[in-house]
């Protein structure tokens, strides 16, 4: 993550994703971190970290306009 943020001069991201790695990494580097909470594609627990949780990808333009 780190690396792909220097190399790229991205000064602010959030970080998208469905796994507690996902939530980790993003917060490891400063990133807001999405939380796509899928049924069926998690266990128990492992977004609870994430800034915010959606449910469907197509609720993510929904976090841009807050």
């Not at 580097?29 to 128990?44: H, Q």
């Amino acid at each position: 993550m780190r690396q792909l943020l220097d190399k790229h001069g991205i000064a602010n991201a959030w970080m998208v994703g469905d796994r507690s790695s996902d939530v980790e990494a993003g917060h490891a580097n400063g990133l807001f971190v999405v939380g796509c909470d899928y049924a069926g594609f998690r266990k128990e627990g492992e977004l609870d970290q994430a800034d915010v949780r959606i449910a469907d990808f197509r609720d993510l333009p929904t976090l841009l306009e807050a």
